[in-house]
């Protein structure tokens, strides 16, 4: 599988951008699929997941901001992220993994495929 994350740039605080996952190579429908973000300096953070089921996790800063959605048709996931604040600055991964185990859906260590990443910086 590979994933290609896009749709990162400068927006100011407040704003709204919609960052897109798109796979090939294999359909994703029954993968849990991620989004992490990462800033300088810091760790790599869980910020939202779909299970293969549709359900929806979110990372608690993110949560009531952010949107993550599928498209079985295109084989891609969608991170809707609103309200940006200029501490959700970091670049953006999105993972696949076909045995995410539902307790660990926030761990990286569960997730077999990465996308390169897509910078996403918000200006006070």
């Known amino acids: 599988v590979q994933l290609q994350a896009s749709g990162g740039g400068l927006v100011q605080a407040g704003g709204s951008l919609r960052l897109s996952c798109a796979a090939s190579g294999r359909t994703v429908s029954r993968y849990t699929v991620a989004w992490f973000r990462q800033a300088p300096g810091k760790e790599r953070d869980f910020v939202a997941g779909?299970?293969?089921?549709?359900?929806?996790h979110y990372a608690d800063d993110v949560k009531g901001r952010a949107t993550i959605s599928r498209d079985n048709a295109r084989n891609t996931v969608f991170l809707q992220m609103n309200s940006l604040k200029p501490e959700d600055t970091a670049v953006y991964y999105c993972?696949?993994?076909?045995?995410?185990?539902?307790?660990?859906?926030?761990?990286?260590?569960?997730?077999?495929?990465w996308g390169q990443g897509t910078l996403v910086t918000v200006s006070s």
């Open positions: 779909i299970r293969w089921t549709g359900t929806t």
């Open positions: 993972a696949a993994g076909s045995d995410v185990i539902l307790s660990s859906l926030r761990a990286s260590s569960q997730y077999d495929f």
